[in-house]
Protein backbone atom coordinates (compact mmCIF):
# COMPACT_ATOMS: atom_id res chain seq x y z
CA UNK A 1 0.00 0.00 0.00
CA UNK A 2 1.52 3.53 -0.62
CA UNK A 3 1.95 5.93 2.11
CA UNK A 4 -0.41 9.26 2.19
CA UNK A 5 1.33 12.78 1.50
CA UNK A 6 0.27 12.87 4.81
CA UNK A 7 1.74 10.06 6.78
CA UNK A 8 4.95 10.51 4.63
CA UNK A 9 5.62 13.99 6.10
CA UNK A 10 4.94 12.32 9.39
CA UNK A 11 7.44 9.94 8.67
CA UNK A 12 9.97 13.08 6.99
CA UNK A 13 9.23 14.91 10.87
CA UNK A 14 10.44 11.24 12.24
CA UNK A 15 13.72 11.29 10.27
CA UNK A 16 13.79 14.71 11.17
CA UNK A 17 14.63 13.77 14.70
CA UNK A 18 17.99 11.75 13.18
CA UNK A 19 19.02 14.69 11.48
CA UNK A 20 19.15 16.78 14.48
CA UNK A 21 22.07 13.89 15.85
CA UNK A 22 23.96 14.24 13.29
CA UNK A 23 23.92 18.03 12.08
CA UNK A 24 24.66 20.83 13.62
CA UNK A 25 21.22 22.24 14.81
CA UNK A 26 22.04 25.64 14.10
CA UNK A 27 22.54 24.88 10.40
CA UNK A 28 18.99 25.44 8.56
CA UNK A 29 17.11 23.00 6.62
CA UNK A 30 14.30 23.02 4.27
CA UNK A 31 11.50 20.33 2.62
CA UNK A 32 11.04 19.15 -0.48
CA UNK A 33 8.38 16.42 -1.62
CA UNK A 34 8.56 14.98 -5.28
CA UNK A 35 6.39 12.65 -6.51
CA UNK A 36 7.55 10.63 -9.81
CA UNK A 37 5.77 9.74 -12.40
CA UNK A 38 5.42 9.12 -16.13
CA UNK A 39 4.07 11.58 -18.38
CA UNK A 40 4.00 12.33 -22.24
CA UNK A 41 6.41 14.42 -23.41
CA UNK A 42 7.50 15.77 -26.84
CA UNK A 43 10.73 17.32 -27.07
CA UNK A 44 11.78 16.65 -30.21
CA UNK A 45 8.43 16.45 -31.57
CA UNK A 46 7.15 13.07 -31.04
CA UNK A 47 5.17 11.55 -27.93
CA UNK A 48 7.15 10.03 -25.41
CA UNK A 49 7.09 8.56 -21.93
CA UNK A 50 9.08 11.05 -19.79
CA UNK A 51 10.07 10.90 -15.75
CA UNK A 52 8.64 14.20 -14.14
CA UNK A 53 9.01 15.00 -10.81
CA UNK A 54 5.76 16.93 -9.77
CA UNK A 55 4.39 17.10 -13.08
CA UNK A 56 7.80 19.17 -14.48
CA UNK A 57 9.83 17.84 -17.32
CA UNK A 58 12.87 18.85 -16.40
CA UNK A 59 12.11 18.59 -12.86
CA UNK A 60 12.80 21.81 -10.19
CA UNK A 61 15.36 23.47 -8.97
CA UNK A 62 16.84 23.06 -5.36
CA UNK A 63 17.98 26.13 -4.18
CA UNK A 64 19.76 26.37 -0.71
CA UNK A 65 22.55 27.93 0.89
CA UNK A 66 25.91 26.31 1.99
CA UNK A 67 25.59 23.66 5.26
CA UNK A 68 21.65 23.47 4.70
CA UNK A 69 20.04 20.59 5.61
CA UNK A 70 17.75 19.11 2.60
CA UNK A 71 15.06 17.09 3.56
CA UNK A 72 14.05 15.54 0.08
CA UNK A 73 10.80 13.19 0.43
CA UNK A 74 10.42 11.21 -2.98
CA UNK A 75 7.72 9.05 -3.53
CA UNK A 76 8.29 6.41 -6.85
CA UNK A 77 4.71 6.76 -8.60
CA UNK A 78 7.00 4.21 -11.26
CA UNK A 79 6.44 0.73 -11.85
CA UNK A 80 10.10 0.29 -11.25
CA UNK A 81 12.37 1.12 -8.52
CA UNK A 82 13.96 4.45 -8.87
CA UNK A 83 16.74 6.13 -7.51
CA UNK A 84 17.73 10.19 -7.43
CA UNK A 85 21.47 10.88 -6.79
CA UNK A 86 22.91 13.97 -6.51
CA UNK A 87 26.02 15.53 -8.77
CA UNK A 88 28.66 16.76 -7.45
CA UNK A 89 27.24 17.25 -3.83
CA UNK A 90 29.65 15.58 -1.29
CA UNK A 91 27.77 13.71 0.75
CA UNK A 92 30.02 14.22 3.94
CA UNK A 93 30.87 11.57 5.93
CA UNK A 94 27.41 9.91 4.55
CA UNK A 95 27.38 7.95 1.49
CA UNK A 96 24.44 5.90 2.30
CA UNK A 97 22.59 8.93 0.88
CA UNK A 98 24.51 9.08 -2.33
CA UNK A 99 21.75 7.54 -4.31
CA UNK A 100 23.33 5.10 -6.39
CA UNK A 101 22.55 1.62 -6.57
CA UNK A 102 26.09 0.74 -4.44
CA UNK A 103 25.19 3.07 -1.55
CA UNK A 104 21.24 2.88 -1.43
CA UNK A 105 18.60 0.25 -2.02
CA UNK A 106 16.06 1.35 -4.93
CA UNK A 107 12.35 3.09 -3.93
CA UNK A 108 10.11 -0.02 -4.52
CA UNK A 109 7.01 1.23 -6.86
CA UNK A 110 4.23 3.12 -5.00
CA UNK A 111 6.69 3.37 -1.68
CA UNK A 112 8.99 6.72 -0.62
CA UNK A 113 12.07 7.53 0.83
CA UNK A 114 12.98 10.65 2.50
CA UNK A 115 16.87 11.64 1.71
CA UNK A 116 18.75 13.19 4.60
CA UNK A 117 21.68 15.47 2.77
CA UNK A 118 23.89 18.30 4.14
CA UNK A 119 25.33 20.70 1.38
CA UNK A 120 28.22 21.11 3.90
CA UNK A 121 31.15 23.03 2.83
CA UNK A 122 30.29 23.72 -0.84
CA UNK A 123 28.67 26.53 -2.65
CA UNK A 124 28.14 26.63 -6.37
CA UNK A 125 25.97 24.73 -9.52
CA UNK A 126 25.16 21.52 -9.81
CA UNK A 127 22.27 19.01 -10.87
CA UNK A 128 20.53 15.69 -9.61
CA UNK A 129 19.20 13.03 -12.18
CA UNK A 130 18.27 9.28 -12.11
CA UNK A 131 20.80 6.77 -11.06
CA UNK A 132 19.08 3.04 -12.17
CA UNK A 133 18.45 1.69 -15.30
CA UNK A 134 18.10 3.75 -18.01
CA UNK A 135 15.97 6.20 -16.51
CA UNK A 136 18.29 9.11 -16.96
CA UNK A 137 17.31 8.97 -20.57
CA UNK A 138 13.59 9.51 -20.12
CA UNK A 139 14.33 12.84 -17.68
CA UNK A 140 13.95 13.13 -13.80
CA UNK A 141 17.00 15.39 -13.52
CA UNK A 142 16.67 19.23 -12.41
CA UNK A 143 19.13 22.05 -11.66
CA UNK A 144 20.98 22.42 -7.73
CA UNK A 145 22.45 25.33 -6.97
CA UNK A 146 24.03 26.38 -3.07
CA UNK A 147 24.36 30.31 -2.96
CA UNK A 148 27.17 31.36 -0.38
CA UNK A 149 26.07 32.15 3.18
CA UNK A 150 25.28 36.36 3.70
CA UNK A 151 28.72 36.66 5.11
CA UNK A 152 30.87 35.64 2.65
CA UNK A 153 32.44 37.74 -0.46
CA UNK A 154 31.42 36.48 -3.93
CA UNK A 155 33.69 37.54 -6.14
CA UNK A 156 31.63 39.18 -8.87
CA UNK A 157 28.45 41.71 -8.36
CA UNK A 158 24.09 39.88 -7.58
CA UNK A 159 22.99 39.53 -11.26
CA UNK A 160 19.91 40.79 -12.25
CA UNK A 161 18.72 37.35 -13.02
CA UNK A 162 19.99 33.63 -11.84
CA UNK A 163 18.52 30.90 -14.31
CA UNK A 164 19.71 26.84 -14.46
CA UNK A 165 20.35 25.87 -18.36
CA UNK A 166 20.75 22.33 -18.77
CA UNK A 167 21.75 20.75 -22.12
CA UNK A 168 22.06 17.54 -23.55
CA UNK A 169 21.72 14.73 -26.30
CA UNK A 170 18.56 13.08 -26.72
CA UNK A 171 16.14 9.78 -28.05
CA UNK A 172 12.98 10.29 -29.73
CA UNK A 173 12.87 6.50 -28.41
CA UNK A 174 11.91 6.07 -25.05
CA UNK A 175 14.28 4.91 -22.43
CA UNK A 176 12.79 1.22 -22.15
CA UNK A 177 13.61 0.76 -25.90
CA UNK A 178 16.99 2.18 -25.74
CA UNK A 179 18.03 -0.12 -22.40
CA UNK A 180 16.21 -3.22 -24.22
CA UNK A 181 18.79 -2.18 -27.05
CA UNK A 182 21.59 -2.20 -24.63
CA UNK A 183 20.62 -5.60 -22.86
CA UNK A 184 20.52 -7.19 -26.66
CA UNK A 185 24.52 -6.54 -26.10
CA UNK A 186 23.92 -3.27 -29.27
CA UNK A 187 25.63 -0.29 -28.92
CA UNK A 188 23.59 2.83 -28.15
CA UNK A 189 22.88 4.95 -31.92
CA UNK A 190 23.35 8.15 -32.50
CA UNK A 191 20.66 10.51 -30.77
CA UNK A 192 18.27 12.39 -32.34
CA UNK A 193 18.62 15.89 -30.84
CA UNK A 194 19.78 18.35 -28.38
CA UNK A 195 17.46 19.93 -25.70
CA UNK A 196 17.89 23.12 -23.54
CA UNK A 197 15.81 22.62 -20.59
CA UNK A 198 13.08 19.85 -22.05
CA UNK A 199 12.79 21.99 -24.89
CA UNK A 200 13.87 21.30 -28.56
CA UNK A 201 15.38 23.74 -31.45
CA UNK A 202 13.52 27.06 -31.05
CA UNK A 203 11.59 25.85 -28.07
CA UNK A 204 13.90 27.48 -25.27
CA UNK A 205 13.87 31.44 -24.50
CA UNK A 206 15.76 33.79 -22.17
CA UNK A 207 14.34 37.83 -21.29
CA UNK A 208 16.93 40.27 -20.60
CA UNK A 209 16.93 43.61 -19.81
CA UNK A 210 19.76 45.68 -21.99
CA UNK A 211 22.45 46.91 -19.69
CA UNK A 212 21.88 44.09 -17.08
CA UNK A 213 23.91 40.93 -16.26
CA UNK A 214 22.17 37.91 -15.57
CA UNK A 215 23.99 34.55 -14.45
CA UNK A 216 23.51 31.38 -16.46
CA UNK A 217 24.14 27.95 -14.73
CA UNK A 218 24.81 25.61 -17.21
CA UNK A 219 24.73 21.79 -17.11
CA UNK A 220 25.50 19.05 -19.43
CA UNK A 221 22.67 16.16 -18.22
CA UNK A 222 22.99 14.34 -21.86
CA UNK A 223 23.33 10.58 -22.18
CA UNK A 224 26.93 11.05 -24.12
CA UNK A 225 28.22 14.22 -26.52
CA UNK A 226 29.99 17.09 -25.21
CA UNK A 227 28.06 19.93 -26.53
CA UNK A 228 28.85 24.06 -27.07
CA UNK A 229 27.28 26.46 -25.65
CA UNK A 230 26.90 30.37 -27.25
CA UNK A 231 25.06 32.83 -27.39
CA UNK A 232 24.73 35.12 -30.84
CA UNK A 233 27.17 38.00 -30.54
CA UNK A 234 27.66 37.71 -26.65
CA UNK A 235 30.62 36.72 -24.52
CA UNK A 236 30.27 34.35 -21.50
CA UNK A 237 32.22 35.15 -18.49
CA UNK A 238 33.08 31.91 -16.89
CA UNK A 239 32.77 32.52 -12.83
CA UNK A 240 32.35 29.24 -11.52
CA UNK A 241 33.13 25.58 -11.76
CA UNK A 242 31.28 22.93 -10.02
CA UNK A 243 31.75 24.96 -6.92
CA UNK A 244 34.99 26.67 -7.32
CA UNK A 245 35.15 29.99 -8.02
CA UNK A 246 37.50 30.60 -11.30
CA UNK A 247 39.54 33.13 -12.72
CA UNK A 248 37.40 35.14 -14.72
CA UNK A 249 37.56 34.21 -18.46
CA UNK A 250 35.85 35.57 -21.12
CA UNK A 251 35.05 33.26 -24.34
CA UNK A 252 32.84 33.44 -27.11
CA UNK A 253 31.53 29.52 -26.62
CA UNK A 254 31.95 27.02 -24.15
CA UNK A 255 32.54 23.34 -24.36
CA UNK A 256 30.68 21.10 -21.77
CA UNK A 257 31.27 18.14 -21.33
CA UNK A 258 28.52 15.47 -20.24
CA UNK A 259 27.91 15.53 -16.35
CA UNK A 260 30.02 19.10 -16.24
CA UNK A 261 28.48 22.12 -14.73
CA UNK A 262 29.69 25.74 -15.58
CA UNK A 263 28.66 29.26 -14.04
CA UNK A 264 28.92 32.34 -16.70
CA UNK A 265 27.78 35.84 -16.82
CA UNK A 266 25.93 37.00 -19.84
CA UNK A 267 25.83 41.16 -20.26
CA UNK A 268 22.96 42.40 -22.31
CA UNK A 269 25.42 44.65 -24.16
CA UNK A 270 24.17 44.45 -27.52
CA UNK A 271 21.24 46.32 -29.46
CA UNK A 272 17.78 45.67 -28.38
CA UNK A 273 16.44 42.68 -30.14
CA UNK A 274 16.45 38.70 -30.26
CA UNK A 275 19.51 36.65 -30.43
CA UNK A 276 19.98 33.06 -31.12
CA UNK A 277 21.51 30.73 -27.88
CA UNK A 278 22.64 27.78 -29.33
CA UNK A 279 24.03 24.48 -28.29
CA UNK A 280 26.03 21.90 -30.55
CA UNK A 281 27.85 18.27 -30.47
CA UNK A 282 31.59 18.26 -30.38
CA UNK A 283 33.46 15.77 -32.18
CA UNK A 284 30.42 14.17 -33.90
CA UNK A 285 29.52 13.53 -37.39
CA UNK A 286 27.14 14.60 -38.31
CA UNK A 287 27.16 17.50 -36.08
CA UNK A 288 23.49 18.22 -34.06
CA UNK A 289 22.77 21.33 -33.42
CA UNK A 290 19.31 23.17 -31.56
CA UNK A 291 18.56 26.46 -30.95
CA UNK A 292 16.58 28.64 -28.73
CA UNK A 293 16.13 32.54 -28.08
CA UNK A 294 17.78 35.68 -25.91
CA UNK A 295 15.26 37.88 -26.25
CA UNK A 296 15.37 41.61 -25.12
CA UNK A 297 12.77 43.20 -23.30
CA UNK A 298 12.73 46.38 -25.46
CA UNK A 299 13.38 43.63 -28.75
CA UNK A 300 12.90 45.51 -32.00
CA UNK A 301 13.24 42.16 -34.04
CA UNK A 302 13.38 38.61 -33.79
CA UNK A 303 16.58 36.29 -34.89
CA UNK A 304 16.62 35.88 -37.93
CA UNK A 305 19.42 33.70 -40.45
CA UNK A 306 21.40 31.01 -39.97
CA UNK A 307 22.79 30.58 -35.89
CA UNK A 308 26.54 31.33 -35.19
CA UNK A 309 28.70 28.58 -36.26
CA UNK A 310 30.98 26.88 -33.19
CA UNK A 311 33.83 24.69 -32.98
CA UNK A 312 32.99 21.15 -34.25
CA UNK A 313 35.43 18.54 -33.94
CA UNK A 314 39.07 20.53 -33.36
CA UNK A 315 40.26 18.73 -30.10
CA UNK A 316 43.25 21.49 -29.64
CA UNK A 317 40.90 24.21 -29.33
CA UNK A 318 38.64 22.08 -26.79
CA UNK A 319 41.93 21.39 -24.64
CA UNK A 320 43.64 24.78 -24.39
CA UNK A 321 39.80 26.30 -23.56
CA UNK A 322 40.27 23.27 -20.62
CA UNK A 323 43.42 24.34 -19.48
CA UNK A 324 42.80 28.10 -19.47
CA UNK A 325 40.04 27.08 -16.46
CA UNK A 326 42.11 28.38 -13.18
CA UNK A 327 40.97 28.62 -10.02
CA UNK A 328 40.23 32.38 -8.38
CA UNK A 329 42.96 32.08 -5.69
CA UNK A 330 41.73 35.09 -3.94
CA UNK A 331 38.13 34.52 -4.35
CA UNK A 332 36.29 32.54 -0.72
CA UNK A 333 34.80 29.56 -1.29
CA UNK A 334 31.76 28.07 1.33
CA UNK A 335 34.12 30.01 4.11
CA UNK A 336 35.86 33.23 4.11
CA UNK A 337 39.66 32.14 3.65
CA UNK A 338 40.31 32.23 -0.15
CA UNK A 339 40.53 29.04 -1.94
CA UNK A 340 43.82 29.31 -2.90
CA UNK A 341 45.11 29.06 1.01
CA UNK A 342 44.71 24.91 0.59
CA UNK A 343 47.94 24.76 -1.21
CA UNK A 344 47.71 21.74 -3.14
CA UNK A 345 50.69 21.65 -4.88
CA UNK A 346 53.34 21.37 -1.48
CA UNK A 347 51.49 17.82 -0.76
CA UNK A 348 53.29 14.67 -1.69
CA UNK A 349 51.02 11.96 -3.50
CA UNK A 350 51.27 8.55 -1.41
CA UNK A 351 49.43 6.33 -4.22
CA UNK A 352 48.86 6.97 -8.01
CA UNK A 353 46.31 4.96 -9.68
CA UNK A 354 46.11 4.42 -13.58
CA UNK A 355 42.73 3.80 -15.17
CA UNK A 356 42.17 2.79 -18.57
CA UNK A 357 39.06 2.52 -20.05
CA UNK A 358 38.28 0.47 -22.79
CA UNK A 359 35.45 -1.38 -25.16
CA UNK A 360 34.93 -5.01 -26.13
CA UNK A 361 32.57 -8.13 -26.29
CA UNK A 362 31.82 -10.58 -23.20
CA UNK A 363 29.75 -13.16 -23.82
CA UNK A 364 29.36 -11.86 -26.99
CA UNK A 365 27.57 -8.94 -25.70
CA UNK A 366 28.93 -4.98 -25.75
CA UNK A 367 30.71 -3.85 -22.90
CA UNK A 368 32.57 -1.20 -21.51
CA UNK A 369 35.39 -1.34 -18.54
CA UNK A 370 38.43 -0.56 -16.50
CA UNK A 371 41.57 -2.15 -16.02
CA UNK A 372 39.90 -4.78 -18.17
CA UNK A 373 37.29 -5.20 -15.43
CA UNK A 374 33.16 -4.21 -16.25
CA UNK A 375 31.64 -3.98 -13.51
CA UNK A 376 28.65 -6.05 -12.56
CA UNK A 377 26.00 -4.64 -10.05
CA UNK A 378 26.03 -7.06 -6.71
CA UNK A 379 23.19 -8.40 -5.43
CA UNK A 380 23.14 -5.83 -2.38
CA UNK A 381 24.05 -2.57 -2.00
CA UNK A 382 28.24 -2.57 -1.33
CA UNK A 383 27.96 -0.10 1.03
CA UNK A 384 25.22 -1.73 3.55
CA UNK A 385 27.20 -5.16 2.98
CA UNK A 386 30.54 -3.00 3.79
CA UNK A 387 28.41 -1.62 6.87
CA UNK A 388 26.57 -4.81 8.31
CA UNK A 389 30.00 -7.42 7.16
CA UNK A 390 28.39 -9.40 5.01
CA UNK A 391 30.87 -11.55 2.84
CA UNK A 392 30.93 -12.64 -0.62
CA UNK A 393 29.27 -9.42 -2.20
CA UNK A 394 32.17 -7.58 -3.08
CA UNK A 395 35.90 -7.90 -2.56
CA UNK A 396 38.37 -5.17 -2.42
CA UNK A 397 41.38 -4.89 -4.67
CA UNK A 398 38.65 -6.69 -7.36
CA UNK A 399 40.55 -4.10 -10.26
CA UNK A 400 43.91 -3.61 -10.70
CA UNK A 401 44.85 -0.12 -10.02
CA UNK A 402 47.08 -0.30 -13.02
CA UNK A 403 46.08 -1.28 -16.58
CA UNK A 404 46.43 -4.83 -17.05
CA UNK A 405 46.10 -5.06 -21.11
CA UNK A 406 44.18 -8.09 -20.75
CA UNK A 407 41.20 -8.46 -22.09
CA UNK A 408 37.41 -7.71 -20.80
CA UNK A 409 36.01 -9.59 -17.70
CA UNK A 410 32.79 -9.32 -15.52
CA UNK A 411 33.23 -8.46 -11.83
CA UNK A 412 32.64 -5.61 -9.24
CA UNK A 413 35.03 -3.81 -9.29
CA UNK A 414 36.07 -2.21 -5.85
CA UNK A 415 39.74 -0.29 -5.27
CA UNK A 416 40.97 0.58 -1.85
CA UNK A 417 42.16 3.39 -0.57
CA UNK A 418 42.85 4.78 2.55
CA UNK A 419 41.24 7.64 4.65
CA UNK A 420 43.27 10.90 4.46
CA UNK A 421 45.64 9.90 2.01
CA UNK A 422 46.66 12.55 -0.82
CA UNK A 423 46.64 10.39 -3.81
CA UNK A 424 46.65 10.95 -7.63
CA UNK A 425 44.52 9.11 -10.50
CA UNK A 426 45.60 9.33 -14.21
CA UNK A 427 42.77 8.73 -16.63
CA UNK A 428 44.34 7.33 -19.65
CA UNK A 429 41.80 7.05 -23.13
CA UNK A 430 43.55 4.72 -25.52
CA UNK A 431 40.04 4.84 -27.50
CA UNK A 432 39.31 7.64 -30.25
CA UNK A 433 36.25 8.99 -28.60
CA UNK A 434 36.45 11.59 -25.53
CA UNK A 435 35.59 10.26 -22.42
CA UNK A 436 33.88 12.26 -18.91
CA UNK A 437 34.86 10.95 -15.74
CA UNK A 438 33.39 11.51 -12.63
CA UNK A 439 33.94 10.58 -8.42
CA UNK A 440 31.04 10.66 -6.31
CA UNK A 441 31.79 12.50 -2.78
CA UNK A 442 34.86 14.60 -3.71
CA UNK A 443 35.72 17.81 -5.53
CA UNK A 444 39.71 17.21 -6.90
CA UNK A 445 42.06 18.96 -8.70
CA UNK A 446 42.76 18.59 -12.25
CA UNK A 447 46.35 18.72 -12.66
CA UNK A 448 47.22 17.95 -15.78
CA UNK A 449 45.94 17.23 -19.75
CA UNK A 450 47.33 16.21 -22.44
CA UNK A 451 47.42 14.15 -25.39
CA UNK A 452 49.24 10.47 -25.71
CA UNK A 453 50.61 7.89 -23.17
CA UNK A 454 51.03 9.30 -19.29
CA UNK A 455 54.36 8.56 -17.63
CA UNK A 456 55.66 9.98 -14.76
CA UNK A 457 57.52 12.54 -16.66
CA UNK A 458 54.12 13.76 -17.53
CA UNK A 459 54.28 15.52 -13.91
CA UNK A 460 56.28 17.87 -15.21
CA UNK A 461 53.40 19.90 -17.05
CA UNK A 462 51.29 19.72 -13.98
CA UNK A 463 49.55 22.78 -13.20
CA UNK A 464 50.38 22.87 -9.09
CA UNK A 465 49.28 25.89 -8.03
CA UNK A 466 45.77 27.03 -9.44
CA UNK A 467 44.12 24.02 -11.07
CA UNK A 468 40.56 24.16 -10.85
CA UNK A 469 38.93 21.50 -8.70
CA UNK A 470 35.84 20.11 -9.38
CA UNK A 471 34.18 16.58 -9.78
CA UNK A 472 33.40 15.74 -13.05
CA UNK A 473 36.34 15.71 -16.06
CA UNK A 474 37.05 14.96 -19.67
CA UNK A 475 39.49 12.60 -21.36
CA UNK A 476 40.82 13.52 -25.05
CA UNK A 477 40.67 11.25 -27.38
CA UNK A 478 44.06 9.35 -27.18
CA UNK A 479 45.06 11.52 -24.15
CA UNK A 480 45.03 11.60 -20.49
CA UNK A 481 44.13 13.62 -17.87
CA UNK A 482 45.29 13.79 -14.10
CA UNK A 483 43.91 14.65 -10.54
CA UNK A 484 44.70 15.32 -7.03
CA UNK A 485 42.63 14.00 -4.72
CA UNK A 486 43.03 14.65 -0.95
CA UNK A 487 41.02 11.33 0.36
CA UNK A 488 38.99 13.04 3.77
CA UNK A 489 35.29 11.43 2.79
CA UNK A 490 34.76 7.95 4.25
CA UNK A 491 32.55 5.94 2.06
CA UNK A 492 31.67 3.71 -0.82
CA UNK A 493 32.05 6.31 -3.68
CA UNK A 494 31.30 5.68 -7.39
CA UNK A 495 33.54 6.39 -9.71
CA UNK A 496 31.99 6.35 -13.11
CA UNK A 497 32.44 7.60 -16.93
CA UNK A 498 29.30 10.19 -17.15
CA UNK A 499 28.64 8.32 -21.22
CA UNK A 500 25.56 6.19 -19.78
CA UNK A 501 25.29 3.48 -21.48
CA UNK A 502 29.21 2.93 -20.71
CA UNK A 503 28.40 3.32 -17.53
CA UNK A 504 25.32 0.98 -17.81
CA UNK A 505 27.59 -1.70 -19.63
CA UNK A 506 30.22 -1.42 -17.10
CA UNK A 507 32.55 1.53 -17.16
CA UNK A 508 32.39 2.48 -13.26
CA UNK A 509 33.94 1.13 -10.13
CA UNK A 510 33.73 1.89 -6.51
CA UNK A 511 36.18 3.34 -4.50
CA UNK A 512 36.16 1.98 -0.72
CA UNK A 513 37.81 5.05 1.24
CA UNK A 514 38.09 3.18 4.91
CA UNK A 515 38.85 3.59 8.35
CA UNK A 516 38.73 1.21 11.27
CA UNK A 517 37.41 4.20 13.12
CA UNK A 518 33.67 4.82 14.26
CA UNK A 519 33.61 8.18 15.52
CA UNK A 520 30.85 9.92 13.85
CA UNK A 521 33.62 12.74 13.36
CA UNK A 522 34.91 10.19 10.63
CA UNK A 523 31.88 9.08 9.01
CA UNK A 524 28.15 9.16 10.56
CA UNK A 525 25.99 6.27 11.17
CA UNK A 526 23.41 4.33 9.72
CA UNK A 527 20.12 6.67 8.82
CA UNK A 528 17.66 5.27 10.62
CA UNK A 529 15.07 5.10 7.71
CA UNK A 530 17.44 3.42 5.44
CA UNK A 531 15.82 1.23 3.27
CA UNK A 532 17.55 -2.35 3.43
CA UNK A 533 17.91 -4.66 0.64
CA UNK A 534 19.25 -7.95 -1.13
CA UNK A 535 21.20 -9.71 1.71
CA UNK A 536 21.07 -6.95 4.06
CA UNK A 537 16.42 -7.27 4.27
CA UNK A 538 15.32 -7.87 7.72
CA UNK A 539 18.28 -6.75 9.59
CA UNK A 540 18.15 -3.17 11.58
CA UNK A 541 19.65 0.41 11.01
CA UNK A 542 19.96 1.44 14.70
CA UNK A 543 17.68 2.63 17.51
CA UNK A 544 16.32 6.16 16.79
Known amino acids: MSLSFAGAAVSALLCL ?8 AEDPYRFFEWNVTYGDI ?49 QRRNSFED ?72 YKSNHTSLKAHLDAGKKLPFPDGILINGRGPGGFSLNFEQGKTYRLRISNVGLQHSLNFRIQNHNLKLVEVEGTHTLQTTYSSLDVHVGQSYSVLVTADQPG ?11 TTPILTTTGTLQYTNSAGRVSGPPPGGPTIQVDWSLNQARSIRTNLTASGPRPNPQGSYHYGLINTTKTYVLENSAGQVNGKQRYGVNSVSFVPADTPLKLADYFKIGGVFRVGSISDRPTGGGLYLDTSV ?15 NEDIIQSWHLDGYSFFVVGLDGGQWTPDSRKEYNLRDAVSRSTIQVYPKSWTAIYVALDNVGMWNLRTEFWARQYLGQQLYLRVYTPSTSIRDEYPIPKNARLCGRAAGRRTRPL
Open 17 to 24: TTLFTIVA
Open 42 to 90: YPLGVRQKGILINGQFPGPDIHSVTNDNLIINVFNSLDEPFLISWNGIQ
Open 99 to 170: GVYGTTCPIPPRRNFTYILQVKDQIGSFYYFPSLAFHKAAGGFGGIRILSRPRIPVPFPDPAGDYTVLIGDW
Open 273 to 283: QDYYIVASSRF
Open 415 to 429: LGADYRAFVEFVFQN
